[in-house]
C-alpha cells in the first residue's frame, strides 16, 4: 500500500460527459502528480500540483483541469469526453517537486468511455 | 523538447542478469529513476540516481552517466516475479517528471 489513495476505482461513461477524479496523498506529502496511461502506452505527465499550486503542466488537453485543495487533495476534471479519452489515470504523490525522483503511485482510477 | 528511448521488450532466463538500458534528452536534468509495473498494477518506485555511478538496491542496481545522457537497470538472480514493465523516467529541475514508454521484460523458466 503506498498510502496514496484514488477514487473511483472504475468509471465507465458516455462521450459528451464529465467526470471528477479524486486523488489523496500520502500523509506529509506536499506534492501531487497526474498521469494518464493508455493501452500499452507509457505514462504521459499531464500535471503536477505543489502545496495548493499549480508547479508544472504537461501535455494536458483543455477539456481536461485539475486543482489541489487546502487539504492536499486533488481533483482532476475530464470534460467533453471522447472516446480516446479512456485510460487509467494514476495520481502519485512526493514530499518535495519532482528533484526527490521518488513518487508513490495510487492504484489509479481506470476509465471507460463509451 | 525530450524524449526517452528504452527497448520496448526484453527476454531472460530465470537465474540470470539482465540490462535495461534507457537514453534520455532533455532540458534541465535533475536525475533519473526506474519504476516497476505489474500488469494490472500501479507503478512502483525502486531506484533514483542523480549523480554518475551505480546505486545498488538488493538484487536492482541502477546507473547513470550524465555525460552520456544514459543510464540503466541491472536485474539480478532473475525470478518469475520480475516480469514486469521497468519504465525510467527523468526529473527535471521545473519539477516534471516524465516517463519513457517502458520496458516489458519476459523471464523464460
Known amino acids: 500500500d503506498s498510502g496514496v489513495t484514488q477514487t473511483p476505482k472504475h468509471l465507465i461513461t458516455a462521450t459528451g460527459q464529465r467526470v471528477t477524479l479524486r486523488c489523496s496523498p500520502r500523509?506529509?506529502?506536499?506534492?501531487v502528480y497526474w498521469y494518464q496511461q493508455s493501452l500499452d502506452q507509457g505514462l504521459q505527465f499531464l500535471i503536477q500540483?505543489?502545496?495548493?499550486?499549480?508547479?508544472a503542466k504537461g501535455n494536458i488537453l483543455e477539456r481536461f483541469s485539475a486543482q489541489q485543495f487546502p487539504d492536499l487533495h486533488s481533483e482532476l476534471n475530464l470534460s467533453s469526453l471522447e472516446l480516446g479519452d479512456s485510460a487509467l489515470y494514476f495520481c502519485?504523490?512526493?514530499?518535495?517537486?519532482?528533484?526527490?525522483?521518488?513518487?508513490?503511485f495510487g492504484e489509479g482510477s481506470r476509465l471507460t468511455v463509451l | 523538447g525530450q524524449s526517452l528511448e528504452q527497448p520496448s521488450e526484453v527476454t531472460a532466463v530465470e537465474g540470470a542478469i539482465v540490462q535495461i538500458n534507457c537514453t534520455y534528452q532533455?532540458?534541465?536534468?535533475?536525475?533519473l529513476s526506474w519504476y516497476q509495473q505489474h500488469d494490472g498494477g500501479a507503478p512502483t518506485f525502486l531506484s533514483y540516481?542523480?549523480?554518475?555511478g551505480l546505486e545498488e538496491t538488493g538484487r536492482f542496481s541502477s546507473f547513470l552517466s550524465r555525460s552520456d545522457s544514459y543510464g540503466y537497470l541491472l536485474l539480478q538472480e532473475l525470478q518469475m516475479k520480475d516480469s514486469a514493465s521497468y519504465f525510467c523516467?527523468?526529473?527535471?529541475?521545473?519539477?516534471?517528471?516524465?516517463f519513457g514508454k517502458g520496458t516489458r521484460l519476459h523471464i523464460l523458466p
Open positions: 502519485a504523490s512526493s514530499v518535495g517537486g519532482g528533484r526527490t525522483g521518488e513518487l508513490f
Open positions: 500523509s506529509g506529502d506536499l506534492s
Open positions: 500540483y505543489y502545496n495548493g499550486e499549480e508547479r
Open positions: 532533455t532540458s534541465g536534468f535533475y536525475g
Open positions: 540516481n542523480a549523480l554518475d
Open positions: 523516467a527523468v526529473s527535471r529541475r521545473d519539477d516534471k517528471i516524465i
